[in-house]
């Protein structure tokens, strides 16, 4: 199976479809009655919407940092969600990747954190510094004997550098004190670190978080380096998938940085520099770009208090730049054609507005109604009825959905059928949602699954407190969920029919085919 849609989906539902059961899962984790939860739309959610509402506190230090507080009390575990609002679309033209690369250098420790000297290996760091300038000069110079001896010099204060860093020490300190999934993940939109702790250890994850923030030393730059190009080979090089991905999304954006892969190009990382990733850290994690979610078993006044001590010492600092490059309405079908030895897959993405418009409800639905499991339209069709494809999915908010993004169809060609026939098949759904309203008992079933779905994704302090900032991020309020939730449940198959006859037009679509390199079409 595609691992890389896998994951892109699974992040996108568990954000998409949140406003939907939000209110299902406050009744099961704050009021405990289960038989609540049924396929009705009537069912009256506020009662429990204002017991949620209830157990959020928020508030905002001076510096403009942002904190969102979720009172659980059910189990002494609380776990913590640092949401940066910056991704792969914020970075410099030449940087890519720089947003990831940070995200994998926050784990290195501090000054005081990962280090056994650290005034010695700030002195190695430096002269790393140097020489990598040095080698890049000797490369494009052609002078292969200064090469080989910077190379060797630099390998040598490598390995003495290598000497000083106590190895992981930051998760050390975090498994000692019975934290757990500590991790973080970079994506187009944003950054967001996380991991859960005992209640008791509060203010070490207060002193933890903002020592990483406040006093970042990106040690062990150039090994890291490697080890993300190994990602991407894995990720993008080696994988004809990963390699189509990013092939269609330079086709369907022509000025958008969503066209750019948040891994970043090879040559890009490979040119990376750590006054890059320090440049671009100082303009992009400043207190009034950082919002946290706390949630579980905490007393927000506590929490208040702790924050000023630690966080209030961030600096205040200018608002950092937003992305102000559009994407020109595309006026003709686009295609990309990548041929490899590898089974043929079939791409077909549509234009569509971002997360803050008023169709985006229209949108999950609309994508649901196609793709969402077995009873959906495109798994009936494709994979059971006809048998061209062994797979079939599709989901709004591609690569992100913060701008204006794609609706992404997709589909694994089965054995004896060709991209094209899945193409037909597709394009056959996709013009009975234009033509044909859909019916009120398919349109139930649909907002049905979403809540269960959403349900299966709430399951924790921690999926709660990612949803919640992240809202916070992208729509200025994370009591938008409840707005959405209503829009969601207003949504009528007029919307249905009226969205698809919008953005299922031959000039807004972009296909994309991945064929076996025997494939003779």
């Known amino acids: 199976m595609l691992n890389f849609l896998k994951k892109k989906i699974s992040k996108i539902r568990i954000f998409k479809l949140l406003p939907i059961v939000l209110a299902i899962a406050i009744m099961i984790a704050f009021v405990g009655n289960s038989n609540l939860v049924r396929a009705n739309d009537e069912i009256s959610l506020q009662p429990y919407i204002t017991r949620f509402l209830d157990r959020v506190t928020e508030f905002q230090l001076d510096n403009g940092m942002k904190f969102i507080v979720i009172e659980n009390h059910d189990a002494p575990v609380v776990s913590f969600v640092t949401y940066a609002d910056v991704g792969g679309v914020d970075e410099p033209d030449g940087q890519t990747g720089v947003a990831h690369f940070l995200e994998h250098l926050a784990f290195k420790g501090t000054k005081s954190i990962g280090t056994k000297d650290y005034k010695q290996e700030k002195v ?9 300038a040095q080698i890049k000069a000797a490369k494009i110079a052609g002078d292969e004997a200064k090469l080989a001896q910077l190379t060797a010099e630099f390998s040598n204060i490598e390995s003495q550098a290598g000497s000083l860093v106590k190895q992981n020490e930051y998760g050390q300190i975090v498994d000692t004190a019975g934290g757990v999934g500590l991790n973080a993940v970079t994506t187009s939109d944003y950054t967001s670190y996380f991991y859960s702790f005992p209640s008791n250890k ?16 990106f040690r062990e730059f150039y090994k890291e380096k490697q080890v993300i190009l190994e990602e991407r080979r894995m990720r993008t090089d080696n994988s004809p998938i990963g390699k189509t991905i990013e092939e269609f999304l330079d086709t369907a954006f022509t000025s958008h940085p969503y066209k750019r892969p948040t891994i970043g190009y090879n040559e890009d990382i490979r040119n990376l520099t750590r006054q890059n990733v320090r440049d671009f850290f100082v303009t992009y994690y400043t207190p009034n770009n950082l919002t946290v979610a706390i949630a579980g078993d905490v007393d927000p006044q506590e929490v208040q208090e702790l924050a000023e001590v ?23 079908t686009k295609e990309v054609i ?3 030895p590898t089974q043929p897959w079939y791409l077909e993405g549509y234009h569509v507005a971002g997360l803050n418009d008023p169709d985006y409800p229209v949108y999950n639905l609309l994508t649901n109604i196609l793709s969402s499991g077995r009873t959906s ?3 009936q069709s ?17 690569p992100g959905n913060k701008h204006p993004n794609l609706m992404l169809f997709y589909a694994l060609t089965a054995p004896g059928h060709t991209v094209d026939d899945v ?4 394009r056959e759904q996709i013009e009975l949602l234009k033509t044909e309203p859909v019916t009120t008992a398919e349109l139930a079933r649909i907002k049905t699954q979403f809540k269960a779905s959403l349900l299966r994704s709430l399951e924790s302090n921690l999926e709660m407190a990612r949803i919640l900032t ?5 729509t200025g309020d994370w009591r938008n969920l409840f707005n959405e939730l209503e829009a969601i449940t207003e949504v009528t198959a007029d919307d249905i029919q009226r969205v698809a006859q919008n953005i299922f037009t031959d000039e807004n679509r972009t296909i994309g085919k991945l064929l076996s390199v025997n494939n003779k079409q």
Do not use: C, H
């Open 310 to 332: 630690y966080f209030g010492r961030f600096e205040e600092r200018t608002a950092p730049p937003e992305v102000t490059k559009t994407e020109p309405k595309q006026t003709e």
């Open 338 to 340: 990548v041929k490899l």
């Open 124 to 132: 190695y760091m430096d002269q790393l510094d140097r020489l990598f």
């Open 202 to 217: 509060l203010e070490l994850w207060m002193s933890l978080e903002s020592e990483r923030f406040l006093n970042p030393v």
């Open 382 to 398: 494709l994979v059971e009825e006809q048998q061209v494809a062994l797979s079939a999915q599709g989901f709004s908010g591609f």
């Open 470 to 474: 992240e809202y916070e991020a992208k």
């Open 377 to 379: 339209r495109l798994y």
């Open 423 to 426: 193409a037909i098949a597709l």
